[in-house]
């Protein structure tokens, strides 16, 4: 297994690549996880496969099915809106709560987006889903409170079919007018500015949302 994941327990690392394959797309709802085959690949024994998946499936991203076995669980649109938007109320309490370097986040910030836009240019849009998230979870990690953080981590948004269409039709105008006024407002030290543009950002993912459903 990679080496970057070595100060991790290998329950928590194959938790971590599991998560991964979920947020990125690939693998997708109603996919089955088979403890012996992923064992096999990561090189590893069963336990902390199935540790691993246990977890998820407490977590909400997997389900146990009955005479059948584990599968990557499907959410409705309903309750995708419904995670945003906790998302959201949990990313402005840490705006909120300060006490941050501004501009240490914002060079942070900006780092990601880079990656995000390679990834737009690239056509690898299960990697900007991946740098999404990095940029949004940046927010709360500044808060440095873990607990918060642990809610947000279980809030995470699994692409679907319909997010992926949304993603491949970003251009990468469309991702910096999404993402850059946060951080221009973080570099100018104006937190409550900040705050503003985050919630515009969740506005324009609530309209898209209605979009969604229509279509």
């Known amino acids: 297994m990679n080496n970057k994941y070595n100060n991790k327990s290998l329950k928590d690392q194959v938790q971590e690549i599991l998560m991964n394959e979920i947020m990125s797309g690939k693998l997708k709802p109603g996919d089955r996880l088979k403890i012996i085959p992923i ?29 059948v076995g584990v599968s990557v669980r499907a959410f409705t649109d309903t309750e995708i809106d419904e995670m945003y938007e906790v998302r959201r109320m949990l990313e402005l309490v840490c705006f909120n709560k300060g006490g941050f370097d501004m501009k240490a986040l914002a060079e942070k910030l900006n780092h990601i987006l880079r990656e995000m836009a390679d990834s737009l240019d690239s ?27 642990d809610i947000w981590d279980s809030l995470l948004i699994p692409i679907n079919t319909k997010r992926l269409k949304e993603i491949q039709s970003t251009t990468k105008m469309e991702s910096l007018v999404y993402h850059s006024p946060i951080i221009r407002a973080l570099e100018n030290g104006k937190i409550d500015d900040a705050k503003t543009e985050l919630i515009e950002h969740y506005a324009r993912l609530k309209k898209n949302s209605k979009s969604r459903k229509k279509s």
């Open 39 to 67: 064992a096999k690949k990561l090189n590893i024994s069963q336990a902390p496969v199935r540790e691993a998946i246990q977890c998820l499936a407490t977590s909400g991203y997997l389900e146990l099915i009955p005479n």
């Open 123 to 149: 056509g690898d849009y299960s990697s900007y889903a991946i740098y999404d998230i990095h940029f949004h979870r940046a927010f709360v990690e500044a808060a440095d409170n873990s607990k918060m953080l």
